[in-house]
């Protein structure tokens, strides 16, 4: 029912009401449509008055919206002007002195002006009657409304039967569209919207977008219960069956799972031989664990964090003790050269030796892709008898990776330092942080400040993992990191590691380690062996030169693989038994080489000079190209360069202007020409200071026409008053130029400290040029004037 707010007026008298007059009935919140019955709780002495007087002349009623419902007394302009005529079919009267009738609406009136001569609210109305329009359209929409209407009827829980079949057995459209807007939860003003429309299409429009979209929410409503029920019948039943399974143990004398898991736990805590602390968290864990129910989530939760618990190595296994000579032994199987880094790292084991209990250095093994850093790292956990774990941070944007998940979270674990301890099974390991300058930093933190701790002997000793919430020590665990390119570590981190630097290889190296290694391991990852297949010199020496330039010897390995592919296929077809690989087959077997010595091509015109570059993966060579075109003096610059090689470039064309006259260049040249400097490879940036020996050596020799030399390189900064200054990345640029079969190369004199880095190889196969001055490098880098 619709309750109305009491409020005062007259009582009624002994009045008539005039024969063209409807007595009116406002209402607050109700709004009765034709054809629809409807109680009505009257509390006002108004429409007591009115709804008595239409009982005593038996007559209609007009159930009339007010506009405010606040409004006690309303007078006609706070009333709509469509009211429904409706018959009071039944008057009550309750125990509490309240009183209701229940009317039945028959059809829609307007409201033409009120009457003041009763003591109520009464009107001229004019009837507006229904259309009966019949036609394609109306017939569509009336399905579709009841179509909308009995879907909504049966998604709804406590919807009476008779209700549907109403709707069911409905045949008139204006009949059904307001017996459906009389049901739909709206506001009354929205109603009364409804029932102001008198058009039969827009009308029924309304109604349909309105149930529709009642219709969603009753569909999401009925999906979300039966998801809701589906998960507690599922909990429910798993409840039922774990109690059943409890009782049959019983009833078997097998006792309490529970208990026995309880007691089980107990005793992996005592074996564990955890510090006091740790102890005493893992056993207030059990605890909890013991009072938690199997049926809850948080039961899983406790289980898996005392498994961790007990399941790391908190216990320092003992010392073993290293033998150095064996230690060699075992570098020099693992890898061929290298011997300043294989004597670090004997050094390294000296001191562990010594001082077991010493806080040895972080080594950092920094180096191109494909040179044995992680191979390194194996070979020194095989050294010191201990197990060899590898942590790959390439790509750990979170700190959680490293300091691990708070147990508040669903899924949470340890980080990767904890994780990895835990699988080598030792406290004692040695761990490989590969590709440590690949770590980023992201909204969840910065991984590299969290290996601060990690790699400071001052601090882990008490490292604190964010899943344990212990201490663990990690300060027997022997850290080496590997890298590319040290410049995106970060200071601190990279102030706590040792840096061994690892150089790229020369060609007679790659040759070794393809005939001690490589051949060997991709025999039997294709399943050759010795008597089968086998490899001529030449062959290999051509794979590294033709078809692989790289630093280390990945690409080499996959190029020998391939060739022994193609062997174990004619081995297997049976065509051969013994297979020789030459030089000659090579190109049927992996195509026609893929690299050239183009330096004799590339400079054999003036004005292109061999210049030496350093990139995160080795060193390479580029080629400085210049050339002159009609203009007035002005400077072209292309190939991606950034603004420092500009700027050297720039320097370089100053540097050669100064020195018109010593060169022999016409001043002329210069106020009628302009100059483009080319560095190839354009897709590439290029940036940094070193090329500017390059690019006035360039210069040089388009504007003197005299060609450079054909297996000389060069690298080194320009000052402008002809000073060569020095540069960095020598080592990588040097052992670049022995690769690409350059057999001089010209460096600044004050890189001679770097010399020693240079590997024995690269220094045997190259001539060493220290340049000083600018004017040294013309003089030895410049083919003299054709006669």
């Known amino acids: 029912m619709s309750p109305e707010d009491t409020s005062g007026g007259a009582g009624p008298g002994a009045v008539q009401t005039p024969l063209d007059a409807l007595i009116i009935v406002p209402v607050r919140d109700a709004v009765v449509f034709p054809g629809v019955i409807a109680p009505i709780t009257i509390m006002r002495q108004k429409s007591i008055a009115a709804a008595q007087q239409a009982v005593r002349e038996q007559r209609p009623i007009g159930i009339l919206l007010q506009r405010n419902p606040d409004v006690d007394d309303p007078l006609p302009v706070d009333l709509h002007r469509i009211c429904t005529i409706a018959n009071i079919v039944r008057y009550m009267t309750a125990p509490d002195d309240t009183h209701h009738i229940i009317c039945q609406g028959v059809r829609r009136a307007r409201i033409l002006d009120f009457i003041s001569a009763v003591p109520f609210l009464a009107a001229r109305v004019q009837e507006i009657e229904e259309p009966q329009t019949k036609s394609p359209d109306i017939e569509a929409r009336f399905l579709n409304l009841q179509r909308l209407a009995v879907e909504a009827i049966q998604l709804l829980p406590q919807a009476p039967p008779e209700l549907l079949a109403a709707f069911q057995s409905m045949t008139s459209p204006p009949a059904l569209a307001d017996l459906a807007a009389s049901y739909l939860d709206i506001k009354p003003e929205e109603k009364q919207e409804i029932l102001e429309t008198v058009d039969l299409t827009a009308r029924m429009e309304k109604v349909s977008r309105v149930l529709a979209q009642r219709l969603e929410v009753l569909r999401l409503s009925a999906e979300i219960s039966q998801q809701t029920k589906a998960v507690f019948d599922e909990r429910q039943r798993e409840a039922v069956l774990r109690e059943q399974m409890a009782t049959i143990q019983r009833q078997l004398g097998e006792g309490d799972g529970k208990a026995r898991e309880v007691a089980e736990l107990t005793e992996a805590i005592t074996r564990a031989q955890m510090p006091p602390e740790a102890d005493a968290q893992a056993r207030k864990e059990l605890r909890r664990y013991e009072r938690t129910s199997d049926a809850s989530g948080e039961s899983g939760m406790i289980r898996s964090y005392l498994d961790w618990l007990t399941e790391l190595p908190w216990t320092a296994d003992a010392e073993k003790s290293i033998d150095i000579a064996d230690a060699r032994k075992i570098l020099d199987e693992d890898h061929f050269g290298l011997e300043k880094i294989k004597q670090r790292i004997v050094e390294y084991l000296a001191v562990r030796k010594l001082a077991p209990r010493g806080k040895a250095p972080i080594l950092c093994f920094a ?316 897709a590439t940036p290029k940036d940094g200071p070193s090329a500017g020996v390059a690019m006035f050596t360039a210069l040089t020799s388009l504007l003197t026409n005299r060609t450079v030399r054909k297996d000389t390189a060069m690298t080194g900064e320009i000052s402008l008053r002809g000073l060569v200054l020095p540069v960095g990345g020598i080592k990588e640029k040097v052992v670049a130029a022995a690769a690409a079969g350059l057999t001089r190369v010209m460096l600044p004199a004050r890189n001679r400290r770097d010399f020693d880095d240079i590997p024995k190889g690269a220094r045997d196969s190259l001539e060493f040029i220290w340049l000083e001055r600018v004017d040294q490098a013309v003089e030895a880098a410049l083919d003299p004037l054709p006669e």
């Open 367 to 682: 180096g191109p892709p494909g040179v044995g850093k992680t191979s390194l790292g194996q070979s020194i956990a095989r050294a010191l008898g201990r197990p060899f774990v590898r942590v790959s941070l390439g790509g750990v944007h979170d700190e959680a990776e490293i300091r691990g998940h708070r147990r508040t979270y669903i899924g949470a674990l340890p980080g990767n330092i904890i994780q990895g301890i835990k699988k080598a099974g030792a406290r004692n390991c040695v761990m490989m942080l590969d590709e440590i300058d690949k770590m980023g930093r992201g909204v969840q933190g910065d991984p590299s400040a969290a290996m601060l701790e990690v790699l400071d002997p001052e601090q882990n000793g008490t490292f604190r993992d964010n899943y344990l919430a212990v201490p663990f020590d990690l300060s027997r665990v022997a850290f080496i990191a590997t890298a590319n390119n040290l410049e995106t570590i970060p200071g601190p981190l990279l102030d706590r590691m040792e840096v061994i630097s690892l150089p790229g290889y020369t060609e007679d190296e790659k040759l070794e380690i393809a005939r001690r290694y490589l051949v060997r391991r991709q025999m039997e990852a294709n399943g050759l062996v010795t008597q089968q297949v086998g490899f001529e010199a030449d062959a290999l020496r051509l794979i590294i030169k033709g078809y692989t330039r790289e630093a280390g010897v990945r690409s080499l390995e996959r190029e020998i693989g391939r060739a022994l592919r193609y062997a174990a296929v004619r081995i297997a077809e049976g065509s051969s038994d013994k297979i020789v690989i030459s030089a000659g087959e090579l190109s049927t077997i992996l195509g026609q080489p893929r690299f050239e010595g183009e330096i004799a091509l590339r400079t054999s015109v003036p004005g292109v000079a061999t210049g030496l570059a350093w990139t995160p993966v080795g060193g390479d060579i580029l080629f400085i190209e210049a050339t002159r075109v009609p203009g007035r003096g002005g400077l072209i610059l292309t190939g991606q360069l950034g603004d420092v090689m500009r700027e050297s470039a720039q320097a370089a064309m100053t540097l050669v202007k100064s020195k018109a006259s010593e060169l022999g260049i016409e001043q002329t040249v210069f106020e009628k020409s302009d100059i483009h400097v080319h560095v190839p490879a354009g």
